[in-house]
């Protein structure tokens, strides 16, 4: 199996800032990309950020210019730097990596069990 494990998530302020982690492990042959989604009691799951294992990123227009994602391929690793967070920022961020586990299986998606970012006014 492939186990996800977010941390970093809390309270915060408006305009501070978080960093969030989330450490891939298990059965894990390679990785081609992780990303972070993040949902609000009732709305659909949306993306935050997506990362491949070469670096290239996608993030969603509303976190543009103040999160930035990073990966650490040696350790299996995604990190989101949140800066500016306002209250909309406010949900369950949720980790997911695109992984195999043997050389001769297909990639699937692993989601996290998610963590929580609360940002105050």
């Known amino acids: 199996q492939v186990q996800l494990v977010e941390s970093g998530g809390g309270l915060v302020q408006a305009g501070g800032s978080l960093r969030l982690s989330c450490v891939a492990s298990g059965s894990i042959f390679s990785l081609n990309a992780m990303g972070w989604f993040r949902q609000v009691a009732g709305e659909q799951r949306e993306l935050v950020a997506t990362?491949?294992?070469?670096?290239?990123?996608n993030y969603a227009d509303s976190v543009k210019g103040r999160f930035t994602i990073s990966i650490d391929n040696a350790k299996n690793t995604v990190y989101l730097q949140m800066n500016s967070l306002n209250p909309e920022d406010t949900a369950v961020y949720y980790c997911n990596a695109n992984a195999r586990r043997r050389w001769n299986t297909g990639y699937q998606i692993y989601w996290g069990q998610g963590t929580q970012v609360t940002v105050s006014s």
């Open positions: 990362i491949t294992s070469g670096g290239s990123t």
